[in-house]
């Protein structure tokens, strides 16, 4: 797809993954409804790009949220890209989560892009060409410890993409599965960010997620997997687990140490 040529609806779009993906998304030429709860850091991209950026308030949580933004969207004449990029992470055991906590992210992570996709895609196969794109993690394709609610979560969206792919096969719609690492944003706490340096995980910055992500929807790819070796692990699990469980099982000493304290959730 051309990029000057997508509407896009993009949720999460007030921090992470999700700004960067606005600034470049309109600094190629694109239109964009950026969907968000808080306008928090989008203000300045809102001045810079007027004429292309749009700004919906929305909790996705919410029925009467995900309504707001199919009209915004109807308001913009239609769309061509979903991009679902909010999400919520909260490195901790999951005896350390509370019930609301557990609700929380799997409300954000899973129901609601499920419920927005669905929302959106009589809208999306009016065009002659869409595409949905739903973004993961290398923790959908790897069940780490400490990670176990997040996991959850992933793994069900990446299943979720790769049915709706086929579901939608002989339409105009296309499915997109982004399957970033450890990623530079304020969704890490501080104790998942010591956990990372202890670890020695490679971390990227949102800049270059995004540009990647960017240039698979562009060369109309189905699925995008981010980092070195993280890709090598992926395909080791599928093919290996027993060796994937024996190497997570030295990490669990640093793990339990680390998510004793875990630190307050935080969103994208």
Known sequence: MRLPDCVVVLTGASGGIGLALA????????????????????APLLNRYAQQLRWQAA????????????????????????VNAAGVNRFALLD???????????DINLKAPLQLTRTCLALLREQPRAL????????GSIGYPGYASYCASKFALRGFSEAL?????????SVLYVAPR????????SAANALNQALKV??????????AVLDAVQTER?????????????????MLPGLVDRALRKQLPLIRRYSTHPGKETSK
């Not at 350390?96 to 799997?106: G, K, N």
């Not at 579901?167 to 105009?172: F, G, H, M, V």
């Not at 490679?202 to 540009?211: E, L, N, T």
């Open 222 to 238: 189905s699925e995008l997997y981010l980092g070195w070796p993280e890709k090598l692990f992926v395909r080791l699990n599928g």
């Open 132 to 139: 949905v794109v739903n973004v993961g993690s290398t923790y």
């Open 96 to 106: 350390q989560l509370d019930e609301a906590t557990l609700d929380e992210l799997l």
């Open 59 to 82: 909790d996705l949580r919410e029925a009467q949220g995900r309504q707001a933004v199919l009209a915004a969207a109807r308001a913009m004449g239609g769309v061509n890209v979903l």
């Open 182 to 189: 450890a990623t530079r944003t304020a969704m890490n706490s």
């Open 165 to 173: 792919r086929r579901e939608l096969a002989d339409t105009s719609v």
């Open 202 to 211: 490679g971390v990227d910055d949102p800049q270059d997620v995004a540009r």
């Open 23 to 42: 600034d470049q998304l309109c600094g190629a030429g694109a239109r964009v409804l950026a969907v968000s709860r808080r306008m928090g850091r989008l």
